[in-house]
């Protein structure tokens, strides 16, 4: 840990969309980052706001983000969920299962994030998938002034 109140977890696959997410935001706001598959959930009880983020496989966010929120002890602290998936608009659908958890574990949701992500799984690599430019400078930039927004303390949707 480097000193930072604020973490970024993430799960990423395939194309790497939602790593490119993650580390925009981390970056905006001077978080630690961390990869869902190699993060012990206690090492993130010390944060301020942690950010929990992941692409979407049909129609769920990654099973290591799962287990890792399912892990976390009790806390209260702030979190957000944020995801990249072919069809973003279903994101409070996506994200669901994680924002229950995170809630009956005490920890304060403030905000939830989407974008498009180049999505290739199943059928739709038979027609170059969807998205295949996304996340774009556009999609990073709009994550980048959501986490700054969390930062300074607003509630956040952005979808």
């Known amino acids: 840990m480097s000193?930072?109140?604020?973490?970024?977890?993430f799960a990423s696959r395939h194309h790497g969309n939602t790593q490119?997410?993650?580390?925009?935001?981390?970056r905006a706001i001077?978080?630690?980052?961390?990869?869902?598959?190699?993060?012990?959930?206690?090492?993130?009880?010390?944060?301020?706001?942690?950010?929990?983020?992941?692409?979407?496989?049909?129609?769920?966010?990654?099973?290591?983000i799962r287990r890792l929120v399912l892990d976390l002890p009790s806390g209260n602290q702030r979190v957000f969920v944020f995801s990249t998936s072919g069809l973003p608009f279903l994101s409070r659908f996506w994200h669901r299962g994680l924002t229950r958890t995170i809630?009956?574990?005490?920890?304060?949701?403030?905000?939830?994030?989407?974008?498009?992500?180049?999505?290739?799984?199943?059928p739709l690599r038979l027609i170059g998938g969807l998205n295949r430019q996304h996340p774009n400078e556009d999609d990073l930039n709009r994550a980048a002034v959501f986490a700054r927004s969390l930062q300074a303390g607003q509630r956040q949707d952005r979808h």
């Not at 949701?109 to 180049?118: A, K, N, P, T």
């Open 20 to 26: 490119r997410v993650a580390e925009t935001m981390a």
């Open 103 to 122: 809630s009956q574990k005490g920890y304060q949701l403030v905000g939830e994030f989407s974008c498009r992500g180049w999505d290739t799984v199943g």
């Open 3 to 9: 000193g930072a109140t604020s973490a970024v977890v």
């Open 30 to 64: 001077g978080a630690d980052l961390f990869d869902a598959r190699t993060t012990e959930p206690r090492s993130l009880t010390t944060y301020n706001l942690i950010g929990f983020g992941s692409g979407i496989y049909f129609g769920r966010p990654h099973l290591a």
